[in-house]
């Protein structure tokens, strides 16, 4: 019924009981949950993932553009990508918030991989924090076959600037915290058809376990405040139309 178009299953805060949270997403009807990587090493592994209901993106983190990153890694990124033919490139993007992370390396690296995505015909999966402008830069200059802007947290008129470019927005966590007002306003204003649902899992929880570790079984708790904020809509009506923006960036899921 659900779909998690963003979270980190192969993240070490799953190592203990991966099993389990696969099992409860299914359970709470998450039919489909998209893992996208982060660094070269689990660009490497996630491939082999075990669950037939997970899919996977494979890209190169901005945020770990100093720790991991080398030049070498988007060369074997690209053979990776030919190999198993991910169903989008990311998570990528650009991170100004984070200090000291060099910005032209986070950019160097986007555009590579923004190439990636035109080379295979891929749709990307965009890390955006303090860098919705200059993320939309390089997007028109390198257009790609849209993709999800995660974690959206930028004015309308950014919103609508990512939907011109046949982006969805993704909300998750943020929008169940009844302070975060702009995030709340979007999600309830916005077109129904440029929004997708995501947990970000384990990162970003919800308000109800906010201290705790995210996973993809709270979507559909999520999915409920959603339809709250968009006037009571049917959560079945909501849940169709969610997997219908989702199947438009990465074709048939689960």
Request: aromatic residues 8%; contains cysteine; negative net charge.
């Amino acid at each position: 019924m659900w779909i998690d178009t963003h979270c980190h299953l192969d993240a070490p805060e799953f190592e203990s009981d991966r099993e389990q949270v696969v099992h409860a997403a299914l359970q709470a009807e998450v039919s489909a949950m998209v893992l996208p990587a982060v660094f070269i090493d689990n660009c490497r592994s996630l491939p082999s993932t075990p669950w037939s209901c997970c899919r996977v993106a494979l890209g190169l983190h901005p945020i770990y553009i100093d720790s991991h990153h080398q030049p070498e890694h988007l060369d074997e990124l690209a053979q990776l990508v030919q190999q198993h033919r991910p169903i989008a490139i990311g998570e990528i993007g650009l991170d100004f918030f984070v200090d000291g992370l060099s910005q032209q390396k986070q950019i160097d690296f986007f555009v590579a991989q923004l190439k990636l995505a035109q080379r295979f015909d891929l749709p990307v999966i965009l890390h955006v924090r303090r860098a919705q402008d200059q993320v939309l830069k390089y997007l028109r200059r390198h257009p790609v076959r849209g993709g999800i802007a995660h974690a959206f947290n930028g004015s309308p008129q950014q919103a609508a600037a990512f939907i011109e470019l046949g982006f969805k927005l993704g909300f998750g966590g943020v929008m169940t915290f009844p302070r975060a007002r702009r995030v709340r306003e979007l999600a309830g204003s916005l077109p129904l058809s440029a929004l997708v649902l995501e947990t970000d899992a384990p990162d970003i929880p919800p308000e109800w376990d906010h201290h705790g570790r995210n996973q993809p079984a709270w979507l559909p708790r999520i999915a409920q405040v959603l339809a709250e904020l968009r006037g009571g809509m049917p959560l079945a009506e909501l849940a169709q139309a969610l997997r219908h923006n989702s199947e438009a960036v990465f074709g048939p899921l689960p």
